[in-house]
């Protein structure tokens, strides 16, 4: 299956847990500790991944809370066929040269931040004081007792910058060039309840926009499929952080993403690597999406055969999936057409269940009766079809058959 790895938020994860089954991708979770938000979060979490980069054990929580109870961060790294990597947030929080979330240092230091007016004062120190103001601030404020002074001494070398146009390009090119295939999501550029966008939120989309433009970048702001969706079934929780996706919304996303970027990638995947990508992706892929039932889906299957078969024109995978789509169409001609590709081409006891329902087909016996004369008729076919008429009672055209073989 086309393995496919988030590197962010909900916003990003959701999507691909809700539709991997319908799309026939395998989310690859391997070495991933949890959420990210700023581009700087993303190349440690990169790092990570790829065994350059390991958290000191106090760092670890304010990294991935969950750290000692993830089989997954131990083992090793296996790289994905794409990563969707989103780019949310500006703040950049750090700990001796270590990326940090802002939500897991609240919950680890729980005590000090409960008072709101201490914790805006600290907050404002670590973007714009240096360490000797945040130490002096915190010896007046938590240093009652040795456990607070110890905690004191980690949150004094807490800094928090904001991500410039220069640092995300700079950000952004060492994601693509250390992973490979790389999508960039924006955030979501809601309104507020006075139908206003959120400012700071509002500048930063356009600014990881304009940075992936200037590397050529391949970027993805969820904001115009949103404002189609309609906010409120798109956002669940409207009037307050504006940040989670609804699942239905989610659901979309991942089929927008499909068509404007991992349709393109498979499709260039089978031109360069035919004997992996044909089988390891395109044939998961395809089923998945003949099993939705969904015409539309089917469409973009077809597109996809026909790059297949542009540059692998006898594939017997792609005459199969083919065979599985007419009869899933209802079309007799196409069914007969590529029913005769397959048996020309393939083994058509080769197919399992498909076979199974071939031999059901009314037509079955008209289509022996042509293909018997056929030169190219694969052996396995006819034996196949030899058997299937043998069982109908049509002796005289089984032996027909019987003596192509």
Request: no cysteine.
């Given at each position: 299956m086309l393995t496919i790895t988030p590197i962010g938020s909900c916003r990003v994860a959701t999507p691909l847990r809700l539709c991997r089954e319908s799309h026939g991708f395998r989310m690859n979770m391997t070495r991933i500790w949890g959420y990210t938000h700023s581009s700087s979060e993303a190349v440690q979490q990169m790092r990570y991944l790829k065994g350059e980069f390991e958290p000191d054990e106090r760092v670890w929580p304010l990294i991935s809370p969950k750290w000692q109870t993830n089989p997954r961060l131990r083992e090793p790294f296996e790289p994905s066929d794409l990563y969707i990597v989103e780019i949310s947030s500006q703040k950049q929080m750090q700990l001796d040269g270590a990326a940090i979330q802002l939500n897991y240092l609240r919950q680890a230091y729980a005590d000090f931040f409960a008072d709101p007016e201490r914790a805006k004062a600290f907050n404002r120190l670590t973007l714009h004081g240096s360490e000797a103001e945040r130490r002096a601030f915190l010896a007046e404020h938590w240093g009652s007792d040795p456990r607070q002074r110890e905690e004191a001494d980690?949150?004094?070398?807490?800094?928090?910058?904001?991500?410039?146009?220069?640092?995300?390009?700079?950000?952004?090119?060492?994601l693509e060039a250390g992973l490979g295939e790389v999508l960039f999501v924006?955030?979501?550029?809601?309104?507020?309840?006075?139908?206003?966008?959120?400012?700071?939120?509002?500048?930063?989309?356009?600014?990881?926009?304009?940075?992936?433009?200037?590397?050529?970048?391949?970027?993805?702001?969820?904001?115009?499929?949103?404002?189609?969706?309609?906010?409120?079934?798109?956002?669940?929780?409207?009037?307050?952080?504006?940040?989670h996706f609804t699942e239905p919304f989610s659901e979309a996303v991942l089929d927008d993403w499909y068509e404007r970027f991992i349709h393109d990638q498979i499709a260039a995947m089978v031109s360069e690597n035919p004997e992996d990508a044909i089988?390891?992706?395109?044939?998961?892929?395809?089923?998945?999406?003949?099993?939705?039932?969904?015409?539309?889906?089917?469409?973009?299957?077809?597109?996809?055969?026909?790059?297949?078969?542009?540059?692998?024109?006898?594939?017997?995978?792609?005459?199969?999936?083919r065979l599985e789509l007419a009869i899933v169409d209802g079309s007799e001609a196409e069914v007969k057409r590529a029913f005769f590709q397959v048996a020309m081409n393939s083994d058509l006891s080769a197919l399992g269940k498909l076979g199974e329902l071939l031999a059901t087909l009314p037509m079955i016996e008209e289509w022996a009766e042509e293909l018997k004369e056929a030169p190219v008729l694969n052996?396995?076919?006819?034996?196949?079809?030899?058997?299937?008429?043998?069982?109908?009672?049509?002796?005289?055209?089984?032996?027909?058959?019987?003596?192509?073989?």
């Open positions: 980690l949150l004094a070398r807490i800094e928090m910058t904001r991500t410039d146009e220069a640092a995300l390009i700079r950000d952004m090119e060492a924006t955030h979501v550029n809601a309104r507020d309840n006075m139908g206003e966008r959120l400012a700071g939120r509002d500048r930063f989309i356009e600014t990881v926009k304009a940075a992936g433009r200037k590397i050529g970048a391949r970027v993805y702001d969820p904001t115009a499929l949103m404002e189609q969706f309609g906010q409120e079934r798109a956002i669940e929780d409207h009037s307050t952080a504006l940040a089988e390891r992706v395109v044939v998961p892929h395809a089923e998945a999406f003949i099993a939705t039932g969904d015409a539309d889906k089917r469409d973009e299957v077809k597109l996809l055969l026909e790059a297949v078969e542009s540059y692998f024109p006898a594939n017997p995978e792609a005459k199969r999936l052996a396995g076919s006819a034996g196949w079809l030899a058997r299937i008429l043998r069982g109908q009672g049509r002796e005289t055209l089984a032996l027909a058959l019987e003596n192509r073989m």
